[in-house]
């Protein structure tokens, strides 16, 4: 399936907007019920966690369902339904560094400004790259249908 370029661009930002959305809010939703059963509620009716460790927690679970997902797969659960994968710009599998280091700019890409500066500089980038992108070296792809067929199938017969 070949679109022009500008068609392609289209199609794979509005699909990798809503994965990151979808991500993000299942992270915030699982950050939420944890702090429901680990707070303690005090006198004064707040509820109240102990720092080091719940921090802690949140940056794992973060870890553990964005970064390092996708470096194992080239795709967290979100970018896999919207049929988009994130590999290097040689189209070789993503690190869990360059991962990381890509969704270590997710405050600045995502969340500085509404999102609008991860979209101005995919928007006006040769490569369409937001920051974390053009640090880590790597590029979002759309799968192609039969691609992505081929995912589906191949992780329900492991299962």
């Excluded at 964005?66 to 919207?82: A, C, H, M, V």
Aim: aromatic share 16%.
């Amino acid at each position: 399936m070949n679109y022009p370029e500008y068609i392609q661009y289209d199609k794979i930002l509005a699909r990798r907007v809503l994965a990151a959305l979808c991500d993000y809010l299942c992270y915030f939703i699982a950050c939420y019920v944890y702090f429901l059963f680990m707070s303690e509620t005090r006198a004064n009716g707040f509820n109240m966690l102990p720092l080091f460790p719940h921090v802690f927690s949140f940056i794992l679970l973060w870890f553990l369902w964005i970064p390092f997902i996708e470096s194992r797969n080239g795709y967290t659960f979100f970018k896999l339904i919207f049929n988009i994968k994130v590999v290097h710009e040689n189209i070789a599998r993503s690190s869990l560094l360059s991962s990381l280091i890509r969704h270590l700019f997710d405050p600045i890409d995502l969340f500085f400004f509404f999102g609008a500066v991860g979209l101005i500089l995919s928007k006006v980038t040769k490569k369409h790259q937001r920051l974390g992108d053009m640090l880590a070296g790597t590029r979002v792809i759309l799968l192609e249908p039969e691609q992505h067929h081929e995912i589906i199938n191949n992780e329900t017969l492991v299962k």
